[in-house]
């Protein structure tokens, strides 16, 4: 499965727009690319998951450039709750093992 | 819909004592299953996950045990737990291969595991 690098932690304001951008240069054909937010004391949840270009839905927006090598997760106007660490993570139903790979992920921080 | 159980929330046990998590799926059928260890402020580590009842693969070799004696229930073990197996135990499911894109995996609410 392709290696994942994100930031170790991020800060940011509350109301403000935050964008986490996560690198997979090693990522495969089939791979897609799927974000999650965990909480503390928690099991991360499902966030948002494309292929290419742009993923919208009601949390948050992915953006995923043409060659796919890096892919960037925007919160809107985050508020303190979206305060948590976020993975990155790239693979696919056809990976032998059916496993997911998560890394140390971003620790997002978000201030009044 | 689906639900997936863990018990205990919180568990403290003396070094060398025996462990035994248990996690339940409801509302399907056949999933992928999955046990992690998080340590304190760390990422997820990936320790078992299963295809099928009976069938479990090891990620990383240590004192711990699974097994799936049911589709839907799967169980972390220990005979001799040590002070580095303290953690946040996590238990997932996902759906069986055959979805081309990225499995999501949903995680139950996790075991808290102090050795001492």
């Known amino acids: 499965l392709a290696k994942t690098t994100q930031p170790i932690s991020m800060d940011s304001y509350e109301g403000q727009e935050v964008n986490i951008t996560c690198s997979h240069n090693?990522?495969?054909?089939?791979?897609?690319i799927t974000w999650y937010q965990q909480f503390p004391s928690q099991g991360p949840r499902f966030i948002i998951q494309g292929y290419k270009t742009k993923v919208t839905n009601e949390v948050a927006s992915l953006f995923i450039p043409a060659d796919r090598k890096s892919s960037t997760l925007s919160l809107p106007r985050v508020s303190l709750s979206d305060t948590a660490v976020y993975y990155c993570?790239?693979?696919?139903?056809?990976?032998?093992?059916?496993?997911?790979?998560f890394g140390s992920g971003t620790r997002l921080s978000i201030r009044p | 819909s689906q639900t997936i159980h863990q018990w205990p929330a919180t568990l403290v046990q003396p070094v060398g004592s025996p462990l035994s998590l248990e996690c339940t799926v409801e509302g399907t059928s056949n999933p992928n299953l999955y046990w992690y260890r998080q340590a304190a402020g760390r990422g997820l580590q990936l320790l078992f996950y299963s295809v099928g009842i009976g069938q479990i693969s090891s990620e990383v070799p240590q004192n711990l045990s699974a097994s799936r004696p049911q589709d839907r229930q799967f169980i972390l073990s220990s005979k001799k737990l040590l002070l580095s197996d303290s953690g946040f135990y996590l238990c997932a499911w996902s759906k069986v291969e055959g979805d081309h894109r990225g499995p999501e995996q949903f995680f139950g609410p996790g075991t808290r595991l102090t050795v001492l």
């Open positions: 090693n990522i495969a054909t089939n791979d897609y």
């Open positions: 993570l790239v693979g696919s139903g056809y990976s032998s093992a059916s496993k997911i790979i």
